[in-house]
C-alpha cells in the first residue's frame, strides 16, 4: 500500500474518532440536562452603577479573556407601547465566569473604559445577533461596536442546526435557560434588579461564551489531529483564533425559509445582509469589473482621466470624440474641456483603478460604498457634486456590512452636534409621518370583521362593532360598504414640522465649519473604522477642498461658490 493511501485512511480514521467523540459528548448532555442556574453556580455576578465600579470590572474582564480574546455579550432594555426604549443593561462575560452587569440607564453618561472595551475590535463580543445589539448601542450611545461574533457561524460551521441561545445551550453544554416572558421582559430600569435578573442577565452572557469556546475548541481538535499526522507542529486553536473567526465579525447571521419542490418551507438557508439598506433600492453586487480603465484625451492628446466603456463610447457616439486605440480603448476629445488635470488632484482621475474590495483585496465580488453618505451629498451644491467618483470605492460584501453598521455611529455623532435626531423612533427624533391612533384602531377593528368575523369569540365581535359605530354615528349597523370604508381609512399623515436628519447636517455645517468639513469627517471615519489596506493612489481626505482650490486659482470659481458651501474663502 502506497504511503500517501496510508495518509488518507489516518486522516480519514482520525476525523471519524474526533466525529465520534465530540458526538458522544453532546449527547451525554443532552441525555442529563440540567438548569442552566444550578450548572452556573460559579458565576461571580458584579452590577455597575458608577464609573469608577465600571472602571474596575471593565479592567478585569480584560486580564481575564486573554485567552480567547472574546467576551460573552448581551443586552436589555423596556419596551413600552411598542416602542424600544434606550439600552438599560450591558452584559459581558469571561470564560471563567466573571460577569459584568452595567446599567446604563443608572448612570449619567457611558464610562469611557466600557465604551473603549465595546469598540476594541482585538475582542470578539460573542452571542447570538450581537450586531444587533451593537445597533441599538450606537443608536443611543453613539458606541462604535466592533468585532461581534454571532455564534450560529461557528455552529454551522461545525455541522450543527444554528438555533437561538436557549436551543444551543441546551444541545451543545446540556444547560435549560429559563427564557419565561416574565423574565425576559420585566423591567430592566428598576431601581433595583431582583435576584432573578440578575441571574438571567448573567447567564445569558456566560452561555454565549461557553458556546463560543466549545465550538472553536471543536474545530481546532481537527486541526491538531491533521498536525500530528504529517509531524507538523500543531498549536493551539487561540493561536489561530483570527482564522476562524474574522470573516465573521460584525456579520448578520439570519435565517430565512426556503421554499422546497412541494411548497414547504421545512429548510433554512443562512443569508448575511447589509445592516443598513434602502427600502427602495437594494445594493446591487457586482461580479464583473467596474472600472474598465479606457483612456479619455484632450485634443492635443493629454491624458485628462480614465473612465468606463460606456462614457467613453457616448462621447463617440454623440461626435464628440474620436476613438484613437481600441486596446486599451482611448478616446480623444474634439473639444477643449473646461479644466486640465492640474497636480495630485487631477493625477487622481488619470490613474488606473483596480476592480478589488478596497479593505481586505476580495476580487471575487463587490459593492459601491459611498463614503460619503447619499442622504448628505444630494443636498450638496452642484460645484461639490462634480467629481464624486473619488468617494465610490469597492468593498465585499462582509466589508460593506461592516462599513454600513459603523457608519451608524457616525451618524449618530452628527445627530447629537447638529441636533439632527434620527428617525429611528429611539432617539426621540420627530418622524417624517405620524401615526394617528385613534384611525390605526378603527382600521384594525374593520379588517379583524371583515377577515376574522367568523373566528371572534361574540362579546369580542360586538366590542368592535361599537368601536366602528361610535365613529360614523350616521350608521346604524355594520355593512359590508362601512367595513370597507373603515378598513381603507388613513392612519399616517404627513408630519409639517418634520425636517430630514441629512437636512439639518447639511445645513448646520453650511453655517458654521463649511461643507467640505462635512466630507472630510465622513472620509476619515472611513479610514478609522474600516482601516482600508488598498486604497487607491492619491486618494485624499481633502480631495474636493484641493480641485476647488485649482479652480479658484483658475479664476472659475466665484464669491457665490464659495458661499454656496459655507466658506468665505479658499
Given amino acids: 500500500m502506497q504511503t500517501s493511501t496510508k495518509y488518507k485512511l489516518y486522516v480519514t480514521s482520525a476525523a471519524l474518532a474526533v466525529g465520534c467523540t465530540v458526538s458522544y459528548m453532546i449527547y451525554k448532555r443532552r441525555k442529563r440536562r440540567r438548569d442552566a442556574a444550578e450548572l452556573f453556580d460559579y458565576l461571580t455576578i458584579n452590577t455597575v452603577t458608577t464609573e469608577q465600579t465600571c472602571d474596575q470590572v471593565v479592567a478585569e474582564l480584560k486580564r481575564r479573556c486573554q485567552k480567547h480574546r472574546a467576551l460573552g455579550f448581551d ?44 469598540e476594541d475590535e482585538t475582542i470578539y463580543k460573542v452571542g447570538v445577533a450581537p450586531a444587533d445589539d451593537g445597533k441599538y448601542l450606537c443608536f443611543d450611545y453613539s458606541v462604535m461596536m466592533k468585532s461581534t461574533l454571532d455564534v450560529r457561524h461557528l455552529a454551522e460551521l461545525g455541522g450543527f442546526e444554528a438555533g437561538g441561545l436557549a436551543t444551543l445551550s441546551s444541545a451543545l453544554l446540556g444547560a435549560v435557560l429559563d427564557k419565561s416572558w416574565r423574565i425576559r421582559c420585566s423591567d430592566w430600569e428598576a431601581k433595583e434588579l431582583t435576584k432573578s435578573q440578575v441571574k438571567y442577565a448573567a447567564i445569558d452572557a456566560h452561555v454565549a461564551i461557553r458556546i463560543f469556546a466549545m465550538l472553536l475548541e471543536q ?49 433554512h438557508s443562512k443569508t448575511r445582509e447589509p445592516a443598513v439598506l434602502s427600502k427602495r433600492y437594494t445594493h446591487s453586487t457586482r461580479t464583473k469589473p467596474l472600472y474598465n480603465n479606457c483612456y479619455l484625451e484632450a485634443p492635443d492628446g ?142 384594525s377593528a374593520a379588517r379583524a370583521l371583515r377577515h376574522q368575523c367568523d373566528k371572534l369569540p361574540e362579546a369580542r365581535r360586538k366590542e368592535l362593532e361599537d368601536i366602528l359605530l361610535q365613529h360614523y354615528p350616521e350608521h346604524d349597523e355594520i355593512t359590508e360598504e362601512l367595513l370597507e370604508e373603515a378598513s381603507n381609512i388613513t392612519v399616517l399623515y404627513e408630519n409639517s414640522e418634520y425636517e430630514s436628519h441629512g437636512a439639518k447636517v447639511v445645513d448646520y455645517f453650511l453655517n458654521h465649519e463649511g461643507l467640505l468639513r462635512l466630507e472630510e469627517m465622513w472620509r476619515e471615519h472611513f479610514l478609522s473604522s474600516m482601516k482600508p489596506r488598498f486604497m487607491p493612489e492619491l486618494w485624499s481626505v481633502k480631495h474636493n477642498e484641493e480641485r476647488l482650490r485649482v479652480k479658484w486659482n483658475e479664476g472659475r470659481l466665484s464669491q457665490e461658490h464659495l458661499k454656496s458651501i459655507g466658506l468665505t474663502t479658499l
Fill in 75 to 118: 443586552c436589555e432594555w423596556v419596551t413600552e407601547k411598542g416602542k424600544r426604549q434606550p439600552v438599560a443593561l450591558v452584559q459581558l462575560s469571561s470564560y471563567d465566569g466573571y460577569c459584568g452587569l452595567f446599567r446604563l440607564n443608572a448612570m449619567e453618561t457611558l464610562p469611557e473604559s466600557l465604551k473603549d472595551l465595546l
Fill in 302 to 443: 493629454e491624458l485628462l482621466c480614465t473612465c468606463d466603456q460606456k462614457k467613453a463610447y457616448w462621447f463617440v457616439n454623440k461626435e464628440l470624440a474620436d476613438v484613437m486605440k481600441e486596446d486599451p480603448l482611448t478616446v480623444r476629445l474634439r473639444f477643449e474641456p473646461a479644466g486640465r488635470s492640474m497636480g495630485d488632484v487631477g493625477r487622481y482621475y488619470q490613474l488606473k483603478k483596480e476592480n478589488k474590495c478596497v479593505v481586505c483585496g476580495s476580487t471575487n465580488s463587490y459593492i459601491r460604498k459611498n463614503v460619503v453618505p447619499r442622504e448628505y451629498r444630494k443636498l450638496f451644491p452642484e460645484i461639490m457634486k462634480e467629481h464624486s467618483s473619488h468617494d465610490v470605492v469597492l468593498l465585499c460584501t462582509s466589508c460593506h456590512q461592516q462599513s454600513n453598521m459603523r457608519d451608524l455611529a457616525m451618524r449618530g455623532r452628527l445627530a447629537d452636534l447638529c441636533d439632527a435626531p434620527l428617525a429611528t423612533g429611539v432617539r426621540n427624533g420627530s418622524s417624517k409621518f405620524l401615526e394617528d391612533a385613534v384611525s390605526k384602531k378603527i382600521k
Fill in 219 to 267: 474545530l481546532g481538535s481537527k486541526r491538531t489531529v491533521l498536525s500530528w499526522l504529517f509531524g507538523t507542529n500543531g498549536t493551539s486553536v487561540w493561536s489561530h483564533l483570527d482564522d476562524y473567526c474574522s470573516m465573521y465579525a460584525d456579520v448578520h447571521y439570519k435565517m430565512k425559509p426556503v421554499k422546497l419542490k412541494d411548497g414547504s418551507k421545512e429548510k
